[in-house]
DNA sequence: CTTGCACCTCTAGTCGCTAGAGGATGTAGG
DNA sequence: CCTACATCCTCTAGCGACTAGAGGTGCAAG
């Protein structure tokens, strides 16, 4: 019985010390065992949950999804339908945000692009925002 | 000289009535003159200044760096190196963020399409989440 | 004159952390 | 055993860019 300090959670986990803790705050991870001088103990398990929350954090997901694919990752024998619910929704927020970025793109390298490096009211870039009727995406 | 209350610069600009004070109490938007009952009274010139941040802001472009490219606009004869720059740095970080996004639109993909539709223990989506060496971006 | 909307200020909440204060614990060396 | 030092503890406050709500005032139409 090797006791995981906070830090070595850290470590083993990817997830910064005082993040831990707020996920504890929260109740994305419930409350590890306590040392004799009240420090965090946590088992390997632990570090499995934090592993699956940094994971899905930085796909993206919000805490309240990680929360409902935590309750399912806890009882394997419910249908999947909700996981595959939020991942899909998931994807269509990032094909959303992608498509957003790349007009975004193609405005800031014609402002770019049109700017004479001379003086600012001479400048594409200060035109376009002041603008919106010069700019690539007026379609709203 | 009509004048122009907030509702009104809210509705020609795009940008929400509280949004409007706060861009004032954060030095975004100079306090405008009051009205003899204490109301925000706003000239055209305000309402630019706000098309002027509404877009920037649907740019992406941080307050901080809107603040900067407002100082530029006030100041014509300014080289616009400056608003070069910031723009430059937006558009980097904007190709750095479409990079993440199909990165992470790979991973959700197969997630749903190894989805079986049956029970969790079979489900992809919450086994990718949990063991990061079964998935696409394991690049780091 | 009254109704009702728009306006005012102020505080607090959102999300997902992060930083810092001020103190306790645990460990390694002398 | 003592000391030094890293790590841990709790708690509160701050970040960015708003948004929501309470509680009160102004103003225009009927």
């Known amino acids: ?20 803790r707020y996920y504890e705050g929260i109740g994305l991870l419930s409350a590890p065992s306590r040392s004799e001088g009240n420090q965090r103990s946590y088992e390997p398990a632990d570090i499995s949950r934090l592993v699956f929350i940094r994971h899905a954090r930085e796909l993206g997901f919000e805490v309240d999804a990680i929360r ?9 024998n419910q249908s999947c339908a909700s996981a595959d619910a939020i991942a899909k929704a998931r ?7 992608i498509r957003s970025l790349m007009a975004l793109k193609v405005e800031l390298e014609a402002m770019v692009a049109g700017c004479g490096h001379g003086r600012v009211d001479q400048c594409r870039v200060i035109e376009v925002l002041a603008d919106h009727g010069q700019c690539a995406h007026n379609h709203h």
């Open 1 to 20: 019985m090797k006791k995981i300090t906070i830090g070595e959670a850290s470590r083993q986990s990817g997830v910064k010390v005082p993040t831990i």
């Open 68 to 76: 409902t694919l935590l309750i399912l990752q806890d009882d394997p």
């Open 91 to 97: 994807l269509i927020d990032v094909e959303q945000r």
